[in-house]
């Protein structure tokens, strides 16, 4: 059975004694149910139903959250990490996150503001990068500079609980250095163990995608996707600059409790169209469409016009 959810952000007015930043979920096993919706919150009370929505939904085992704006995505995602952060914490003691680089990090930039400043439990945060750049940590396309300058300096994140790449030596090294200080993490149990691969599960890891449907340091077409043995594999053949670089394998990816794969803007459409939607058996999936948790969840975070080539995509617009 399809299975459908819809997500109302923001259109459902709360009554002022219950938090502003309150958000209802319904879900429904069909698109017409959606329109049972209207009566359901006139039942509810101190709920209003005030607009047409569907903002978001759930198609296969992964969810879809489609926004108008990038200010609402940006919201929606500080909102999540925050949200699983709170709920790692609360389970584990910690909170285990893997960054990318890229637009993401301009995208969790609310991060660095009221409310979530102050009411995340930084101290106990761990930060990896799923990729980075084979490159002097002060150089302009380090991962880690562009996390720090953005963000991690504008927080009071523990700076020995900050996990970069050493920066001094080859990229097959520095790959080599990256996953034995990963295995040292899963042993004292900082990041937990996946109980269905012999993986590390990070709470969440944060992938953008590029225009060609690349995550991580995950290229279409490269041999790089068939590695299966390794945590942290290397490349040196880059098609986009810079050309060295380290990256989790896909059997990590897939191993996480949590990933969302963050993407907005038109160049990125036909690739979240070849990632999100099923192409047939003929056409091979670009990287971010292979990124399938194995029990983890997956949420893609989209703008229109990311989503504007999607199958459906007006059924998840408002
Ligand atoms: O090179 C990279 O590109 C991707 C996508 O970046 P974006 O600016 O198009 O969002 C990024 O996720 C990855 O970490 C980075 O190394």
Redesign the pocket.
């Given at each position: 059975m399809k299975y459908y959810k819809y997500i109302i952000y923001k259109q459902i007015r709360i009554d002022s004694h219950l938090p502003p930043s309150s958000v209802s979920c319904f879900s429904v096993t069909s698109p017409s149910s959606f329109l049972l919706l209207p009566p359901l919150c006139k039942h509810l009370s101190g709920v209003e139903l005030v607009g047409s929505m569907a903002l978001s939904g759930v198609r296969k085992d992964r969810e879809l959250r489609i926004h108008e704006s990038l200010d609402e995505l940006s919201t929606d995602l500080a909102d999540y990490i925050a949200e699983l952060s709170e709920a790692s914490v609360k389970e584990r003691g910690v909170f285990a996150i893997a960054l990318?680089?890229?637009?993401?990090i301009g995208l969790m930039g609310k991060l660095c503001e009221a409310p979530y400043n102050k009411t995340v439990d930084w101290a106990k945060w761990y930060i990896f990068w799923?990729?980075e750049?084979v490159v002097a940590k002060s150089h302009v396309d380090s991962?880690y500079k562009l996390a720090k300058d953005r963000l991690l300096s504008k927080v009071p994140i523990i700076p020995s609980h900050v996990h970069s790449i050493n920066d001094s030596v080859s990229a097959e090294e520095a790959a080599d250095d990256y996953e034995f200080v990963i295995r040292q993490l899963v042993k004292s149990r900082v990041i937990s163990v996946s109980d269905i691969s012999d993986c590390p599960k990070f709470d969440l890891i944060l992938?953008?995608?590029?225009p060609d449907g690349?995550?991580?340091?995950l290229f279409p077409n490269h041999s790089v996707l068939e590695e299966k043995d390794e945590w942290v594999t290397f490349i040196t053949d880059s098609p986009?600059p810079p050309p060295e670089?380290i990256t989790f394998t896909l059997p990590v990816i897939n191993s996480a409790s949590n990933v969302a794969i963050v993407a907005t803007g038109d160049s990125k459409a036909e690739a979240a169209h070849m990632a999100v939607d099923d192409m047939g058996s003929d056409l091979p999936p670009v990287p971010a469409g292979i990124v399938q948790p194995l029990k983890g969840k997956l949420v893609w975070f989209l703008d229109k016009a990311a989503a504007s080539k999607l199958d459906d995509g007006t059924q998840f617009s408002a």
């Open positions: 990318s680089g890229g637009s993401l799923a990729d750049r991962n992938l953008g995608m590029g690349h995550v991580a340091s986009k670089r």
